[in-house]
């Protein structure tokens, strides 16, 4: 996506407070795990408000989807699934499915070499930093953009695209990290493809759940342009005193992931932060911003964060599920009744405004609709 700031970027950066957390130098990897793990406190760019560690002590019961049936067609199975989502969806954002069609083995081979990667040298992880917006992204704690606050992780992220157009997942490993990676990519263009597959079939679901036309979510993401990321959160000397990823809801439109056995993910529902205990055989689907829009309004996003503990490290594989980036994000008109809750917007404005403009928060969507809504009075469209 292009970088340049238009006129409405200029607004937004004016009408925004600019906290200072951002725009650091992107080239200091101090940040990386090799800093991280040489700690015996927590850096003071690490801490996090008290406000906000606040520690969960109970555990979620995350409504729990099986998708056996859904694939075979089973329609008492549909229903029955389109029901639990909509209970969960209408509420926190949050459930998880099993017999999901990815297989263990490729999701075990995804973290062998997820482990793998974040067990290099620092300099040869950075080769993999970010060149273009389209290319592999090796990232220590976010330092590159934030100074504050920092997270207690180091992240590799790449997109994901169908489109034969595009570089695959290998070109994208090898071209970065060199041929020695290609089985790499090739593990992860496999578990992508799964993703985007499952995806889509819970995009059917959400459409059934809604009540509007079962194809309508599909369709839309079909072409999609979505987002592939590893988290590794080392061991943390004061765990109580820093997050591994803070509280947010996550821009994008669904998110799937997989937690390792270790465990860290914990969702912000009935007013409490509640604990997600992993399952090796279920993937956490949770609602995004973009995906509330979708809905009006009527599906909550999901607000989460991952803690981190003193003991061992913590993966997990994250996918991002993304419209393309040109698509007007709006509502089917079933689910306008009065007003709009949300107006229109493309997917790549509003990546552009997390990306540059604004660090995700439980509030992130409202924000950028505020934004929206005074830059169109400033700048009208015809």
């Not at 992107?26 to 996090?48: C, G, H, I, R």
């Not at 029955?80 to 490729?106: E, K, Y």
């Not at 994208?172 to 992508?192: A, N, P, R, V």
Request: negative net charge; hydrophobic residues 35%.
């Amino acid at each position: 996506m292009d970088s340049n700031a238009s006129a409405s970027d200029h607004l937004l950066s004016s009408q925004l407070e600019v906290q200072d957390e951002t725009l650091v130098n992107p080239d200091n990897p101090s940040s990386a795990s090799s800093f991280l793990q040489n700690q015996t406190n927590v850096p003071k760019e690490y801490l996090w408000p008290k406000v906000d560690l606040v520690i969960a002590q109970q555990e979620l019961l995350v409504p729990l989807v099986d998708l056996q049936g859904c694939f075979r067609g089973d329609e008492s199975a549909i229903q029955q699934a389109a029901h639990v989502i909509r209970a969960a969806c209408s509420t926190h954002g949050c459930f998880q499915v099993i017999n999901h069609g990815v297989d263990s083995h490729l999701i075990n081979a995804a973290y062998h070499h997820l482990n793998h990667f974040f067990r290099l040298p620092l300099t040869q992880k950075l080769r993999a930093r970010k060149i273009t917006t389209a290319g592999l992204s090796y990232s220590g704690a976010h330092s590159g953009r934030f100074s504050s606050n920092l997270p207690w992780k180091e992240i590799l992220t790449f997109p994901f695209t169908e489109n034969p157009k595009e570089s695959s997942v290998v070109d994208l490993f090898k071209s970065s990290l060199g041929d020695d990676f290609e089985e790499m990519g090739i593990t992860y263009q496999k578990y992508c493809e799964g993703m985007k597959s499952l995806g889509l079939a819970v995009m059917e679901l959400l459409g059934i759940s809604l009540g509007v036309d079962r194809m309508h979510y599909k369709k839309y993401f079909e072409d999609g342009e979505s987002i592939m990321r590893c988290n590794y959160y080392p061991p943390c000397p004061e765990p109580g005193l820093t997050f591994g990823t803070g509280p947010h809801c996550d821009a994008t439109s669904l998110t799937i992931l997989h937690q390792d056995e270790v465990g860290g993910l914990e969702i912000f529902a009935s007013n409490q932060w509640q604990i997600v205990r992993p399952r090796h055989d279920a993937l956490v689907i949770n609602v995004g911003e973009t995906f509330t829009a979708l809905t009006n309004g009527k599906y909550k996003s999901c607000v989460h964060r991952a803690v981190v503990n003193s003991k061992r490290a913590r993966t997990s594989l994250v996918f991002f599920v993304c419209p393309r980036e040109d698509k007007v994000v709006r509502p089917p008109q079933e689910l306008v009744q009065g007003e709009r809750a949300y107006p229109d917007f493309t997917w790549s404005d509003f990546l552009h405004f997390t990306q540059f403009y604004y660090r995700a928060d439980a509030h992130t969507l409202h924000n950028f609709t505020k934004w929206l809504s005074s830059s169109y009075k400033l700048f009208p469209h015809n």
